[in-house]
């Protein structure tokens, strides 16, 4: 069973170049008591932001899982905390040279299915023409024009809207022999189903046939083979199984490999097709910046690639609905210690400490905007006020809603010990009389492009300059959809069961992405007094996942 976060568990991530980076994480480790061997000193840039994404594939998230497998920690580190001087970014990156050379040997493999797909439409209409010869529409006519053009005249390539329309074209030219089948003479559909039967597993596999026999039933495989039917059901749900693990590591070569040879096997050139064209996606698309701490929660992936996110499986609203969850590789939590300097972070670190023994207690401030709509702006307003409703409803803390357009106003809102609001972007504003220990977070773009500027006006920068221990931001637009929502944040944070770093573990929707959080991840300001019961927690059908993917909710007893 798992329990919650110790402080064993966590690996403090260090610049070894950077004499404050090693000041600030020697200091968190005694304080929190993290072994000595849990200090993970890296060789980064002195001061930048901002690596590149082939440094930190090699220098970064390689380094790492060779220090960790080297002292025998893989198994046991499920935080990752990176330290002033770490750098925050990781910025945009083209195809390399081997994801080139394997988009050229995809484009080759592109151009063989192409030539297989026209042979098969023209294959599937001469079937169709066997019992209507005055038929022929114009995918037939399209395959026909293929096939009588000189070997010699034909590209050596294919494009890959060419590909997605031979694809149409072969599920057309299927869809119309099907029917004429269907409308042939009795004596004569038995003979042609079967050709169909023999024809079909090269073009669409064993899978799609399978899927094929329950919406287009085919005589020659009812009935009499219907047990070989439900046996290659049984092989089917094992092999997409493996299919769903390999895609989620579809960022390794090999993976990919497997992954078009298994989409071959099960789906024939068809399912080939489809995979190529979604892996040349994959390669030839630059990935944009990211967060590093995003990054490194896949530290277990492996390399960076992919033009953007991944989803998180442990985010609980993701978690119930994953069948394969086990095939996923691990994720690591993920916090950020750092600030405007040395000096301001061990503040933090100090600060939190303090108020995880005394407990935190003060008033929960949401600041929606007053929309009623049905996009998706509308739907986060509806999020926060229903994240205050369940706090107003389930606990005795005391909750200030604001509805409007207008931000809160720090003289109308003193003694915050939570807060929420948005969307003010890149422009803080001081809205609440924010208490020592306090988390919150604002929901805009670019609130974490930096920590190192005295004079951003950002939000992150500026909630910690006043007092707060736990937040999170954007180092780029991030779109609204990759946000902890506060109405899941909130109140696990308000439970008390878990720390920081597992409350944003459990809410990030995404990973691999821009959002990073920033606070000490031990840090758990309702341990001493909760406000939200286990028992509350089981009966919300969403925050009860949170006990399924941390059975044991605990935390150590807080630090003297």
Same mark, same amino acid.
């Given at each position: 069973?798992?329990?919650?976060?110790?402080?064993?568990?966590?690996?403090? !991530?260090?610049?070894?170049?950077?004499?404050?980076?090693?000041?600030? &994480?020697?200091?968190?480790?005694?304080?929190?008591?993290?072994?000595?061997?849990?200090?993970?000193?890296?060789?980064?840039?002195?001061? &930048?932001?901002?690596?590149?994404?082939?440094?930190?594939?090699?220098?970064?998230?390689?380094?790492?899982?060779?220090?960790?497998?080297?002292?025998? $920690?893989?198994?046991?580190?499920?935080? $990752?905390?990176?330290?002033?001087?770490?750098?925050?970014?990781?910025?945009?990156?083209?195809?390399?040279?081997?994801?080139?050379?394997?988009?050229?040997?995809?484009?080759?493999? $592109?151009? %063989?299915?192409?030539?297989?797909?026209?042979?098969?439409?023209?294959?599937?209409?001469?079937?169709?023409?066997?019992?209507?010869?005055?038929?022929?529409?114009?995918?037939?006519? /399209?395959?026909?024009?293929?096939?009588?053009?000189?070997?010699?005249?034909?590209?050596?390539?294919?494009?890959?809207?060419? +590909?997605?329309?031979?694809?149409?074209?072969?599920?057309?030219?299927?869809?119309?022999?099907?029917?004429?089948?269907?409308?042939?003479?009795?004596?004569?559909?038995?003979?042609?189903?079967?050709?169909?039967?023999?024809?079909?597993?090269?073009?669409?596999?064993?899978?799609?046939?399978?899927?094929?026999?329950?919406?287009?039933?085919?005589?020659?495989?009812?009935?009499?083979?219907?047990?070989? %039917?439900?046996?290659?059901?049984?092989?089917?749900?094992?092999?997409?199984?493996?299919?769903?693990?390999?895609?989620?590591?579809?960022?390794? %070569?090999?993976?990919?490999?497997?992954?078009?040879?298994?989409?071959?096997?099960?789906?024939?050139?068809?399912?080939?097709?489809?995979?190529?064209?979604?892996?040349?996606?994959?390669?030839?698309?630059?990935?944009?910046?990211?967060?590093?701490?995003?990054?490194?929660?896949?530290?277990?992936?492996?390399?960076? /690639?992919?033009?953007?996110?991944?989803?998180?499986?442990?985010?609980?609203?993701?978690?119930?609905?994953?069948?394969?969850?086990?095939?996923?590789?691990?994720?690591?939590?993920?916090?950020?210690?750092?600030?405007?300097?040395?000096?301001?972070?061990?503040?933090?670190?100090?600060?939190?400490?303090?108020?995880?023994?005394?407990?935190?207690?003060?008033?929960?401030?949401?600041?929606?905007?007053?929309?009623?709509?049905?996009?998706?702006?509308?739907?986060?307003?509806?999020?926060?006020?229903?994240?205050?409703?369940?706090?107003?409803?389930?606990?005795?803390?005391?909750?200030?809603?604001?509805?409007?357009?207008?931000?809160?106003?720090?003289?109308? @809102?003193?003694?915050?010990?939570?807060?929420?609001?948005?969307?003010?972007?890149?422009?803080?504003?001081?809205?609440?009389?924010?208490?020592?220990?306090?988390?919150?977070?604002?929901?805009?773009?670019?609130?974490?492009?930096?920590?190192?500027?005295?004079?951003?006006?950002?939000? @992150?920068?500026?909630?910690?300059?006043?007092?707060?221990?736990?937040?999170?931001?954007?180092?780029?637009?991030?779109?609204?959809?990759?946000?902890?929502?506060?109405?899941?944040?909130?109140?696990?944070?308000?439970?008390?069961?878990?720390?920081? +770093?597992?409350?944003?573990?459990?809410?990030?929707? !995404?990973?691999?992405?821009?959002?990073?959080?920033?606070?000490?991840?031990?840090?758990?300001?309702?341990?001493?007094?909760?406000?939200?019961? %286990?028992?509350?927690?089981? &009966?919300?059908?969403?925050?009860?996942?949170?006990?399924?993917?941390?059975?044991?909710?605990?935390?150590?007893?807080?630090?003297?």
């Amino acid at each position: 069973m798992v329990r919650g976060l110790s402080p064993q568990q966590v690996a403090i !991530v260090v610049n070894g170049n950077n004499p404050d980076s090693l000041r600030v &994480a020697r200091y968190y480790a005694r304080a929190r008591h993290i072994p000595p061997a849990n200090l993970l000193v890296l060789n980064l840039p002195f001061n &930048a932001d901002t690596i590149t994404a082939g440094f930190y594939n090699v220098r970064v998230a390689r380094a790492i899982r060779q220090i960790l497998q080297m002292r025998h $920690l893989k198994r046991k580190i499920r935080c $990752l905390v990176t330290t002033y001087g770490v750098p925050l970014k990781v910025g945009p990156a083209t195809p390399t040279a081997q994801d080139e050379a394997e988009l050229a040997r995809l484009h080759t493999q $592109l151009a %063989r299915c192409a030539r297989d797909l026209r042979r098969g439409i023209g294959r599937l209409e001469r079937l169709g023409q066997k019992n209507d010869p005055s038929s022929a529409g114009p995918a037939s006519a /399209a395959a026909a024009g293929s096939q009588k053009a000189p070997a010699a005249s034909r590209p050596a390539g294919i494009s890959t809207t060419s +590909a997605r329309a031979l694809l149409k074209n072969f599920q057309t030219a299927l869809q119309a022999t099907i029917e004429k089948i269907r409308n042939a003479p009795p004596r004569k559909q038995t003979k042609l189903n079967r050709r169909l039967v023999r024809l079909l597993p090269r073009y669409i596999g064993p899978a799609g046939l399978l899927a094929m026999i329950h919406v287009n039933p085919l005589s020659p495989l009812a009935g009499p083979a219907r047990a070989a %039917r439900v046996r290659g059901e049984q092989i089917l749900r094992r092999q997409m199984r493996l299919y769903v693990k390999l895609l989620i590591r579809r960022n390794r %070569r090999q993976d990919r490999g497997k992954m078009r040879r298994l989409q071959r096997r099960e789906f024939g050139i068809v399912g080939l097709t489809r995979q190529i064209l979604s892996d040349e996606v994959f390669l030839s698309s630059r990935r944009p910046t990211t967060a590093l701490d995003s990054d490194l929660m896949m530290l277990w992936y492996g390399r960076l /690639a992919g033009p953007r996110w991944f989803i998180n499986p442990m985010c609980i609203d993701i978690w119930s609905h994953l069948k394969y969850k086990r095939d996923y590789p691990r994720v690591m939590m993920v916090s950020r210690l750092d600030g405007l300097s040395p000096k301001m972070v061990i503040g933090m670190i100090r600060r939190s400490i303090r108020v995880q023994n005394k407990g935190l207690s003060g008033v929960a401030y949401f600041d929606a905007r007053g929309l009623h709509g049905r996009d998706a702006y509308s739907d986060f307003d509806r999020n926060i006020r229903a994240a205050a409703r369940y706090i107003r409803s389930h606990t005795t803390m005391k909750v200030v809603l604001n509805d409007t357009p207008a931000l809160l106003e720090a003289k109308n @809102c003193p003694d915050e010990a939570i807060y929420c609001g948005w969307y003010s972007v890149h422009h803080y504003v001081d809205s609440c009389q924010w208490l020592p220990g306090s988390v919150a977070y604002h929901v805009a773009s670019f609130e974490l492009d930096s920590l190192h500027n005295p004079s951003d006006t950002a939000w @992150c920068i500026n909630l910690l300059k006043n007092g707060v221990c736990g937040t999170l931001g954007a180092v780029a637009e991030p779109y609204l959809f990759s946000f902890p929502l506060p109405s899941q944040f909130f109140p696990l944070l308000l439970s008390g069961r878990f720390t920081q +770093a597992e409350v944003y573990y459990l809410t990030t929707p !995404v990973m691999g992405w821009r959002i990073a959080y920033v606070g000490d991840p031990l840090y758990n300001p309702f341990q001493k007094d909760p406000l939200i019961s %286990r028992k509350q927690l089981q &009966a919300n059908p969403m925050l009860r996942n949170a006990l399924l993917e941390l059975p044991g909710g605990k935390t150590p007893a807080p630090p003297r």
